[in-house]
């Protein structure tokens, strides 16, 4: 006679299979398959070659990129070395360095996932030098597998930074011009910054501290500005103030927002002009009348 069991017999489906004298197999989680993660500006070969990206130009220190990887829902990825590690025990954070060719093959389960990466010093691993949101380094992997390319953009130290002239003023007169040069810069390693690319600030706005310090010649661009220093009586310092956003690092973390920073330059003025002395001119002038008789 044939029996048969409802849902309602038993309290689970396991429960059921097992009371009817089945076998039950354990489900087999996603298959994992192959992420090729790699730093934008290193070329992929025989040894890492720095082409300045990642935000960074050739003067930057030597340095890695910690990457934080999550899935579509916002969870973090953990790893055991750099394969999926599903019990969330595992490393939170893969690294690209020189040591790997600043490249990783990661294995996960197919979906869409996100790279947050933050650029650090080798000499301290204190110095956030660039930084990729995670809204700007996503990636689909599928069953055939993918790749990913990190970007990232270079974080600006206003204290590094400098508004200054191309050429040393010693002292600046009134009615003289002078250029003054934009320098964006990293925070400093070992004494040096590296230089932020225009392509990671807005465009600049210059002013100057007060309509009597001078005149802006032109609007100026994200490398300077030209200005004519003019002052007063009462007003003899020539101030000039760059505006802009660029990626400023978040007290205490790793990471960056674009957000608005002023970079400035201030010089007294010599309230005189510079006045060019011409050499006198010496002529001789005809003589008329009769010659002298010495006789």
């Not at 340095?63 to 019990?87: A, C, E, K, L």
């Not at 040591?99 to 996960?108: I, M, P």
């Not at 599928?142 to 130290?157: E, K, N, Q, Y």
């Not at 030209?226 to 990626?247: C, E, K």
């Amino acid at each position: 006679m044939r029996r048969t069991v409802s849902a309602l017999a038993c309290p689970s489906l396991a429960l059921l299979l097992a009371s009817c004298g089945h076998s039950t197999a354990t489900p087999t989680a996603s298959p994992l398959t192959e992420l090729r993660l790699s730093a934008t500006g290193f070329m992929v070969g025989a040894a890492p070659q720095d082409l300045g990206g990642l935000g960074l130009t050739s003067d930057a220190p030597a340095r890695h990129v910690v990457v934080t990887v999550r899935d579509d829902s916002g969870q973090v990825v953990t790893f055991n070395g750099t394969t999926y590690d599903p019990t969330g025990t595992g490393a939170a954070t893969v690294e690209l360095n020189s040591g790997n060719l600043f490249r990783r093959t990661l294995l996960l389960p197919s979906g869409t996932y996100t790279f947050e990466n933050a650029v650090k010093d080798d000499a301290t691993n204190a110095t956030l030098l660039a930084y990729g949101p995670a809204a700007e380094n996503a990636g689909t992997l599928t069953t055939t597998g993918g790749s990913v390319r990190l970007t990232a953009h270079a974080v600006m130290d206003p204290a590094s930074s400098v508004l200054a002239p191309t050429e040393n003023v010693p002292q600046l007169f009134t009615d003289s011009t002078v250029n003054l040069a934009l320098s964006p810069k990293t925070a400093g390693v070992n004494g040096a910054s590296a230089t932020v690319p225009t392509s990671d600030i807005s465009a600049v706005t210059y002013s100057l501290g007060s309509p009597t310090d001078g005149v802006l010649n032109g609007a100026g661009s994200k490398v300077g500005v030209n200005v004519t220093a003019r002052g007063a009586a009462d007003d003899t310092t020539l101030n000039v103030t760059a505006s802009f956003s660029a990626w400023i690092r978040v007290a205490g973390t790793d990471t960056a927002t674009f957000q608005s920073v002023s970079v400035s330059y201030a010089q007294g003025i010599a309230m005189y002009a510079v006045v060019q002395q011409a050499a006198p001119l010496m002529g001789f002038a005809p003589i008329s009348g009769p010659p002298l008789n010495r006789g």
